[in-house]
């Protein structure tokens, strides 16, 4: 049985993973779990469904609404950014997945690289903001980076197998977004009030 350490439980890709959870209860288990404190109640129904050892909240003051919720016996209660380090770092697991929104992602990150902890990466701004050092750390610790979101992913299971040097260049298409039918001759006038626009998601205007 795999155990798991999840940072950022309570969010869209949290939610999924821990649905794989359930279709294989004899395969996996979750060591630990952590969230920004946003949705308290979720996190205390994932705390009583999975039991995890730890929970860590990046809002301090949400964890003590989260013991009231839960009641004895608590998992051990870890509180803002330096919990969840300690979570990702300290808590015993196989693999931590890494699908905390943000920046709040980049630290906890680091230290279960540090740790020697396996990393299966959901969060992508982690990458843009210090892409090279989390890289670095990887390869020093000897960690492997596992992508486990949309682009990410499909790029890194095509290229499994696969002699990196008899790859020349990657294509990446664009299938959504807010140019999708925009004709090839349009793109030049594109604003950034356009690119605003998402048909889907609203990441904001630094994301975006």
């Not at 279960?112 to 902890?117: D, F, V």
């Not at 992508?124 to 090279?132: F, N, R, Y």
């Amino acid at each position: 049985m795999r155990s798991l350490t999840l940072l950022g439980a309570t969010g869209s890709v949290g939610l999924r993973t821990l649905e794989i959870v359930s279709a294989f209860p004899d395969e996996f288990r979750v060591a630990g779990l952590a969230a920004r404190g946003s949705n308290v109640e979720r996190l205390a129904d994932l705390c009583r469904k999975y039991s995890p050892r730890a929970v860590a909240l990046l809002d301090g003051g949400a964890v003590d609404r989260l013991a009231r919720a839960l009641g004895p016996p608590l998992p051990e209660l870890l509180r803002g950014p330096e919990g969840l380090a300690t979570l990702a770092a300290e808590v015993p697991s196989d693999i931590v997945l890494s699908a905390l929104v943000g920046g709040a992602g980049l630290l906890p990150t680091m230290a279960a690289i540090q740790a020697g902890r396996p990393i299966a990466l959901a969060n992508k701004e982690t990458l843009v903001m210090a892409g090279a050092l989390m890289t670095a750390a990887a390869r020093d610790h000897k960690v492997p980076l596992l992508p486990v979101d949309s682009e990410h992913s499909a790029i890194f299971q095509c290229l499994a197998g696969h002699n990196r040097s008899d790859v020349h260049r990657i294509i990446l298409t664009a299938s959504g977004g807010p140019f999708r039918e925009w004709p090839k001759a349009k793109l030049a006038e594109a604003t950034i009030a356009d690119a605003l626009r998402h048909p889907t998601w609203k990441m904001g205007a630094k994301i975006t």
